[in-house]
T-cell receptor
């Protein structure tokens, strides 16, 4: 069975500061891991994904995430926050055959000017 | 890139009626689609996994007779909320698995309001 835990329901950073959104997973088999962003009243946009290739994954809008098996983590980072990054971010885990796909509880990112 | 289209984006229906939401993968074939429900300020709750040509697999606590899912083709899955009640009002989102890229793409979501 898979599950995802996102630490911190709200994260606030200053514009230009480092963004770090935490995601830990549990899975009995090597998982597929994803980060999605959701703007208010909209659907989800894929930021990046890990599917057993390179452990450091680069995504859109300057985001990247590193898969660390020993820590069962897939934290999302961005070196310098922009006001437009303010949104809700969801980490998700899928089984190898994608018959299940679960989301974390989400982290709302606030960017202060 | 791959696109998933969800329709309608907003629907208002009367209590007791049924409403159908469509989810289409526009440029890839999706043998697996997922349906989620999202309450305000909460995460997405997986309702069911829809597999083309077979019955959907429902998550625990989701009434399969109330939330009918049909995945009759490789590009279309539908969710029908039957005998809708105000507590069914929510944001429903579908997603589709693109096997070629091993990625899940999401529709824009559908706001359902039952009055």
């Amino acid at each position: 069975a898979q599950s995802v835990t996102q630490l911190g329901s709200h994260v606030s950073v200053s514009e230009g500061a480092l963004v770090l959104l935490r995601c830990n997973y549990s899975s009995s088999v090597p998982p597929y891991l994803f980060w999605y962003v959701q703007y208010p009243n909209q659907g989800l946009q894929l930021l990046l994904k890990y599917t057993s290739a390179a452990t450091l994954v680069k995504g859109i809008n300057g985001f990247e995430a590193e898969f660390k098996k020993s820590e069962t983590s897939f934290h999302l980072t961005k070196p310098s926050a922009h006001m437009s990054d303010a949104a809700e971010y969801f980490c998700a885990v899928g089984s190898y055959n994608f018959n299940k796909f679960y989301f974390g509880s989400g982290t709302k990112l606030n960017v202060k000017p | 890139g791959a696109v998933v289209s969800q329709h309608p984006s907003r629907v208002i229906c009367k209590s007791g009626t049924s409403v159908k939401i469509e989810c289409r993968s526009l440029d890839f074939q999706a043998t697996t689609m997922f349906w989620y429900r999202q309450f305000p300020k909460q995460s997405l709750m997986l309702m069911a996994t829809s597999n083309e040509g077979s019955k959907a697999t429902y998550e625990q606590g989701v009434e399969k007779d109330k939330f009918l899912i049909n995945h009759a083709s490789l590009t279309l899955s539908t969710l029908t909320v039957t005998s809708a009640h105000p507590e069914d009002s929510s944001f429903y989102i579908c997603s589709a698995h693109d096997r070629s890229g091993n990625t899940i793409y999401f529709g824009e979501g559908s706001w359902l309001t039952v009055v």
